[in-house]
């Protein structure tokens, strides 16, 4: 038997549907309207994991992809960086081989200490590096995150099944499924296999770096299977 629970949350959380623990959450301040149509959602979620049908998205799986589209000048930037960063590592490791194969009779005493600054000047170098690329990269990787979490097969499903909420018999004779969206069936991303919470969060008012936050914050750690749905986006 699936729990169905009332909880309080943040406006843009809807709900989430936990597989492990087969409990639904529902956000406790919502409109009862919106507590339904999230419920809808979850349901629907709950139904695929039993059916085997395809899956949500998992936000972070879409966020750290590098299938994202870059302006030609942002472009040549993070190719400049990456460039950076691979001759660092080259340096890298030659200071490691270096290290490695040091006489005894000049280890300590200061005679490798130019070498060890740095190898450590090298790691900061790189840090650096990495934050600039990140921060270039992020509003392109955000959209292209939201993008593939549209498109997730189990997600265009759960949201169908709540645009159909308040249809009357005769409209869902006359409209067929998955039509709710203009989403191509080609263009649909299919996944299976997740095992983690699947939660409703309104992506028209959330980047993916917040939804991930809150899911995070929710369930304890940010490596499992977190599947963002929307039931107003």
Same mark, same amino acid.
């Given at each position: 038997?699936?729990?169905?629970?009332?909880?309080?949350?943040? &406006?843009? #959380? !809807?709900g #989430?549907?936990?597989?492990?623990?087969?409990?639904i959450?529902?956000?406790?301040?919502?409109?009862? *309207?919106?507590?339904?149509?999230?419920?809808?959602?979850?349901?629907?979620?709950w139904?695929?994991?039993?059916?085997?049908?395809? *899956?949500?998205?998992?936000?972070?799986?879409? =966020?750290?992809s *590098?299938?994202?589209k870059?302006? /030609?000048?942002?472009? +040549?930037?993070?190719?400049?960086?990456?460039?950076?960063? +691979? /001759?660092?590592?080259?340096? *890298?490791?030659?200071?490691?081989?270096?290290?490695?194969?040091?006489?005894?009779?000049?280890? !300590?005493?200061?005679?490798?200490?130019?070498?060890?600054?740095r190898?450590?000047?090298i790691?900061?170098?790189?840090?650096?590096?990495?934050?600039? $690329?990140? +921060?270039?990269?992020?509003?392109? $990787?955000?959209?292209m995150?939201?993008?593939? #979490? $549209?498109?997730?097969? !189990?997600e265009?499903?759960?949201?169908?099944?709540?645009?159909?909420?308040?249809?009357?018999?005769?409209q869902?004779?006359?409209? /067929?499924?998955?039509?709710?969206?203009?989403?191509?069936?080609?263009?649909?991303?299919?996944?299976?296999?997740? &095992?983690?919470?699947?939660?409703?969060?309104?992506?028209?008012?959330?980047?993916?770096?917040?939804?991930? /936050?809150? =899911?995070?914050? $929710?369930?304890?750690?940010?490596?499992?299977?977190?599947v963002?749905?929307?039931?107003?986006a």
């Open positions: 038997n699936i729990r169905l629970l009332l909880e309080p949350m943040q &406006s843009n #959380y !809807g #989430y549907f936990d597989p492990i623990s087969n409990k959450a529902i956000n406790s301040s919502h409109s009862k *309207e919106a507590q339904i149509s999230s419920l809808l959602h979850e349901v629907q979620h139904i695929q994991k039993q059916e085997n049908f395809a *899956e949500g998205g998992d936000l972070s799986q879409f =966020l750290y *590098e299938d994202f870059l302006s /030609a000048e942002d472009q +040549a930037v993070v190719e400049d960086i990456d460039s950076k960063i +691979a /001759a660092l590592r080259e340096e *890298e490791k030659g200071l490691g081989e270096f290290f490695r194969n040091l006489p005894d009779s000049m280890k !300590g005493a200061g005679k490798s200490e130019k070498e060890s600054r190898l450590n000047t790691s900061s170098e790189i840090r650096d590096l990495r934050d600039k $690329r990140y +921060a270039i990269t992020k509003p392109a $990787r955000n959209k995150a939201l993008d593939k #979490y $549209r498109r997730a097969a !189990g265009i499903e759960s949201r169908d099944v709540q645009a159909r909420q308040n249809f009357t018999p005769e869902r004779k006359a409209v /067929a499924p998955y039509s709710s969206e203009n989403i191509a069936p080609e263009d649909a991303i299919v996944m299976f296999g997740g &095992s983690g919470p699947q939660a409703s969060i309104s992506t028209s008012k959330l980047s993916p770096d917040k939804a991930r /936050a809150i =899911l995070t914050k $929710r369930f304890g750690k940010a490596g499992g299977k977190f963002v749905g929307a039931f107003n």
